[in-house]
Nanobody
Framework: VQLQASGGGLVQAGESLTLACVVLGGSVTTYSMGWFRQAPGADNEFISFINWDGVTTYYAASVKGRFTITRDNAKNTVYLQMNSLKPEDTALYFC??????????????WGRGTKVTVSS
């Protein structure tokens, strides 16, 4: 199984981006999915999660109310809609997949990441 993240880019503060994470070599319906980010010089931050049936979602306080995680099982893809972006959202964003119903750390597969830069 491979995860391919895309959708990053350079935007101005207040603008929006949508990240996509495609599951290759497997079915996204098998996995609960998480999004992490790592800013320069900082630790990984677990920012969002959606379980395999889409019932449970999680958002870190830093993104709650601005980011929305969704999944399209027909497209084998999970999305992270990011609105009202701030310079502090600048980071490498990457997705991860787990067979667990919910976790913030026990992921089985990791994508390479897509870079998001927010200018002020």
């Amino acid at each position: 199984v491979q995860l391919q993240a895309s959708g990053g880019g350079l935007v101005q503060a207040g603008e929006s981006l949508t990240l996509a994470c495609v599951v290759l070599g497997g079915s996204v319906t098998t996995y609960s999915m998480g999004w992490f980010r790592q800013a320069p010089g900082a630790d990984n931050e677990f920012i969002s999660f959606i379980n395999w049936d889409g019932v449970t979602t999680y958002y870190a306080a830093s993104v709650k109310g601005r980011f929305t995680i969704t999944r399209d099982n027909a497209k084998n893809t999970v999305y992270l809609q990011m609105n009202s972006l701030k310079p502090e959202d600048t980071a490498l964003y990457f997705c991860a997949a787990t067979t667990r119903y919910y976790t913030d750390s026990e992921f089985d597969y990791w994508g390479r990441g897509t870079k998001v830069t927010v200018s002020s």
